[in-house]
């Protein structure tokens, strides 16, 4: 299958990407790689699915030249053994996928990787990197929890000014790294177990994976950072219902669609 095609320059450092997926997001996934190839204004290196064991994305792996990484092989976890759940909703899968994101160390090869979400398309230009700094997309609002699941994982509060919520990161693996450690010295046992132990269980929002890295990098490398507005849209119907002309007419005020099926995203399988 031919991959998109762009006339636009791409510089700068060459990045992996990594992607968590299940089968219901097999829908927007296609388009969500064609997004980042087309619109990712760096060199790409490897694209990697995260996902539990499946044939179908597998499959899709294949078709778009992707990479599938198993799950299992990236981190000692399962949802099952997560755990993170009440009687009206379910989060652990949602809470496994963000701890597959601060594993990407051991899945990209290279110093940077960006993480995008599996429902989220690219349709404008992006850039993550602005001599020598980091740039993150970011909005104004967040939920409360982040914030106190942050504290009590790294002992001070989120600093930033905005929120780094915003379905996709570029991740530098050196600092990431720095992060797991300061963890780990802090709370004695693994990055992923003390994030497990110190999220408030009852709350259906405990945790961010992009709120505690954007924080962390903020509060750790003054002047190392660029904010800009996400300008992120999120979208009720299907990427594919989308004509070219409102696409078109869409890229003109966003940067990025998401394409959340409320029922999936509180319920992540």
């Not at 990045?15 to 060199?43: C, Q, W, Y």
């Not at 790409?44 to 294949?62: E, F, H, N, T």
């Not at 942050?150 to 002992?155: A, D, V």
Request: net charge positive; hydrophobic share 35%.
């Amino acid at each position: 299958m031919a991959r998109p095609t762009t006339s636009a320059s791409k510089s700068g450092p060459a990045i992996d990407v990594l992607i968590p997926a299940i089968e219901k997001d097999l829908g927007t996934l296609p388009f969500v790689i064609d997004g980042i190839r087309k619109h990712v204004r760096h060199p790409i290196g490897q694209i990697a699915i995260v996902a539990p064991d499946s044939a179908k994305i597998k499959a899709l792996c294949r078709r778009k030249g992707c990479t599938f990484v198993h799950e299992r092989s990236v981190l000692p976890l399962t949802k099952r053994s997560i755990n993170y759940r009440s009687s009206k909703w379910e989060r652990s899968g949602w809470m496994l996928q963000q701890l597959l994101k601060l594993s990407g160390d051991k899945v990209s090869t290279r110093k940077h990787y960006l993480v995008v979400d599996a429902d989220t398309v690219f349709i404008r230009p992006h850039r993550f990197s602005i001599g020598g700094k980091t740039v993150f997309y970011c909005r104004d609002w967040s939920q409360p929890e982040y914030f106190k699941t942050y504290k009590r994982l790294l002992g001070q509060k989120a600093a930033a000014p905005r929120s780094f919520v915003t379905h996709y990161m570029l991740f530098d693996k050196s600092k990431l790294r720095r992060l797991k450690k300061t963890i780990e010295a802090r709370h004695g046992k693994r990055w992923y177990k003390a994030i497990l132990g110190s999220i408030d269980r009852k709350r259906n929002f405990a945790f961010s994976e992009y709120e505690t890295y954007g924080n962390f990098l903020y509060s750790n490398y003054p002047g190392s950072i660029v904010m800009k507005s996400c300008l992120n849209k999120g979208m009720s119907t299907s990427f594919s219902r989308l004509s070219a002309p409102k696409l078109k007419k869409l890229a003109k005020s966003y940067r990025s669609l998401s394409f959340h099926k409320r029922s999936v995203y509180a319920r992540r399988a």
